[in-house]
């Protein structure tokens, strides 16, 4: 059923999309300091999508990371797990979720930050 080392889930995730989503919710990142904004859109086991988006405090241990608004989306939405995840910098390329989030999303199925291309 998987040809060429893609996975059926791996064949069913548009990773186009998820990143136009977390591009789109980067850009509604609160910066009120003027921290660069990220955005995170995470596909979920039942086919919605979550988003999250920066939330700068002037403390940075309490500004919110994209990756845990996803989280607190995907369990605010209905649950279930996570199966991926597209996190996007300023610029709005892929990049990785902070070592807390990286735990954090581990207990939610995340399995791992996968970058279209
Ligand atoms: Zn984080």
């Not at 548009?14 to 850009?27: M, S």
């Not at 910066?31 to 995170?40: F, H, K, M, N, Y």
């Not at 988006?53 to 403390?59: A, G, I, K, L, S």
């Amino acid at each position: 059923m998987s040809t060429f080392g893609i996975t059926p889930i791996d064949a069913k995730i548009d990773w186009d999309a998820l990143t136009r989503y977390a591009i789109e919710v980067k850009d509604r990142s609160h910066v009120p300091g003027g921290a660069p904004r990220t955005g995170a859109a995470g596909l979920v086991d039942d086919g919605r999508v979550v988003l999250g988006c920066f939330v700068e405090h002037p403390t940075s241990a309490l500004s919110l990371c994209a990756e845990s608004g996803v989280v607190s989306a995907l369990h605010g939405t209905g649950g279930g797990k996570l199966v991926a995840l597209v996190v996007v910098d300023e610029s709005g390329q892929p990049t990785m979720p902070c070592e807390n989030c990286t735990y954090r999303l581990s207990e939610h199925g995340a399995p791992e930050v996968l970058s279209p291309g």
